[in-house]
């Protein structure tokens, strides 16, 4: 008979179970900004790059289907939190840039979710919290 490793013991249900908490914890950050987790996402990305991205960019960005984004950056947008801009290397596509009501929320929302994260992450120090960051980093690519 094979021993049986013990649940506690299996990172797939480990960081299962840590994605969970974190995503809970940054649904609830979020409220207060009347964004979700996605559309905060994608908010931040448009504001990461300066000079606007592709919905298809921002898709393959969070790993989600092309179609998925559409809706959230309609509603970005509706809030006038980004804006949708013919891209000057083919205009038949637009681009996504944050609107500066759009970098001050995202400034506001990151602060909430850094303060979200710290709670979730206290039991680690720094160091391991970077080495935490690193090893995700490497396995999601």
């Given at each position: 008979m094979t021993d049986i490793a013990p649940l506690s013991d299996d990172i797939g249900f480990l960081l299962s179970r840590a994605g969970s908490a974190?995503?809970?914890?940054?649904?609830?950050?979020?409220?207060?900004?009347?964004?979700?987790?996605?559309s905060y996402s994608v908010l931040a990305l448009a504001c990461e790059h300066s000079g606007g991205l592709g919905q298809r960019q921002i898709a393959e960005n969070l790993g989600l289907?092309?179609?998925?984004?559409?809706?959230?950056?309609?509603e970005l947008e509706t809030r006038s939190l980004i804006t949708r801009r013919v891209d000057p290397e083919d205009r038949r596509h637009k681009r996504?840039?944050?609107?500066?009501?759009?970098?001050?929320?995202?400034?506001?929302?990151?602060?909430?979710?850094?303060?979200s994260n710290a709670d979730i992450?206290?039991?680690?120090?720094?160091?391991?919290?970077?080495?935490?960051?690193?090893?995700?980093?490497?396995?999601?690519?």
């Open positions: 974190m995503a809970a914890a940054a649904k609830s950050a979020l409220v207060p900004f009347e964004l979700r987790v996605r289907d092309p179609s998925q984004i559409v809706a959230l950056v309609d996504i840039h944050a609107t500066e009501n759009g970098r001050a929320t995202c400034v506001d929302a990151q602060r909430a979710l850094a303060s992450l206290a039991a680690l120090g720094n160091e391991d919290v970077s080495a935490l960051r690193r090893a995700l980093k490497a396995i999601v690519g």
